[in-house]
């Protein structure tokens, strides 16, 4: 069983006051499925992200501070994606190729103009 309750504020909050870890993600995901009919909010609105938060997070879950910023700045996801898509890139990490992959087409459907 999770020990995340349904009173506490959402798992975004929490982790941009850093009252959490981008790990504790894992907590908040395992109480919402326990949750059962009870819980009527989308997942996404559960841990308190909008659809395209959620979108980069499933496809990048080392992506947490990069979306963090973004909304703390009121800018764009994408802006902060592509540098952060760029350093992963260059790193060339082997386990970050389905992050890339997915990254690199979502940047693409997401361009500008």
């Not at 907590?27 to 326990?34: I, K, S």
């Not at 989308?42 to 879950?61: H, K």
């Not at 973004?70 to 389905?98: C, L, N, Q, Y």
């Amino acid at each position: 069983m999770s020990d995340v309750r349904e009173d506490v504020s959402s798992f975004f909050t929490l982790f941009g006051l850093g009252l959490v870890d981008k790990d504790r993600i894992h907590d908040f995901v395992d109480a919402w499925h326990e949750s059962g009919d009870d819980e009527k909010r989308t997942l996404e609105d559960y841990l308190g992200m909008t659809d395209e938060e959620y979108s980069v997070w499933l496809m990048a879950p080392n992506a947490l501070p990069v979306i963090l910023a973004a909304r703390r700045d009121k800018r764009p996801i994408r802006e902060t994606i592509v540098p952060f898509f760029e350093s992963m890139r260059a790193a060339g990490d082997p386990e970050d190729r389905p992050a890339i992959f997915a990254l690199g087409h979502w940047l693409r459907r997401h361009e500008p103009g």
